[in-house]
């Protein structure tokens, strides 16, 4: 079995854009649990199925997304399930039930300025039946790169449309 680590990271305000707050970033991550079809193109669907508080106050939601044709960890239209830990006010950790871990933070940039901020997604894809160093490992390794570069931003322009479209305050 390969299993394939990478991360991937953005500058959430760009020079010329409207810049979002670090509330607003954390407010996507929490719609992005129940609408990840708004934020992730290869994400056909969403449907959330229990959500509940842990003692310590961390929401905790399981949810079933599809993929689309040619994605996901189990090809398109199979439903995958997730169980998704929100870790106010910087992160998301997202479980699936074969192994596979993502994490979605938002944080500062180097210079500490309070629109110096980043969204970095950490991916760790589980691929049975796939040999380390193998072409196929290759092939994923490079396949799962894109989608990290993807997931990113497609999820900050989300978010800032939604800010725009006045569904974000």
């Not at 940039?109 to 629109?115: F, K, L, W």
């Not at 072409?135 to 978010?159: C, F, G, P, Y």
């Amino acid at each position: 079995m390969v299993v394939i680590n990478l991360g991937f990271t953005a500058p959430i305000n760009r020079p010329g854009e409207s810049p979002l707050t670090a509330g607003q970033v954390w407010q996507g991550l929490k719609r992005k649990v129940r609408h990840a079809e708004e934020f992730v193109p290869v994400i056909t669907d969403c449907e959330v199925l229990d959500e509940k508080t842990t003692e310590t106050g961390e929401e905790v939601v399981t949810r079933t997304v599809k993929f689309a044709a040619g994605s996901g960890p189990k090809g398109g239209g199979v439903p995958v399930k997730e169980v998704c830990y929100h870790y106010a006010p910087c992160r998301v950790d997202f479980q699936q039930e074969d192994g596979s871990r993502i994490s979605n933070f938002v944080t500062s940039g180097a210079s500490n300025n309070p629109e110096d901020l980043c969204l970095t997604y950490v991916f760790e894809w589980r691929h049975p039946g796939v040999e380390e160093g193998s072409n196929k490992a290759e092939e994923l390794k490079a396949q799962h790169s894109k989608t990290a570069q993807m997931a990113v931003e497609s999820s900050i322009k989300t978010i800032r449309q939604l800010v725009e479209e006045g569904k974000i305050a």
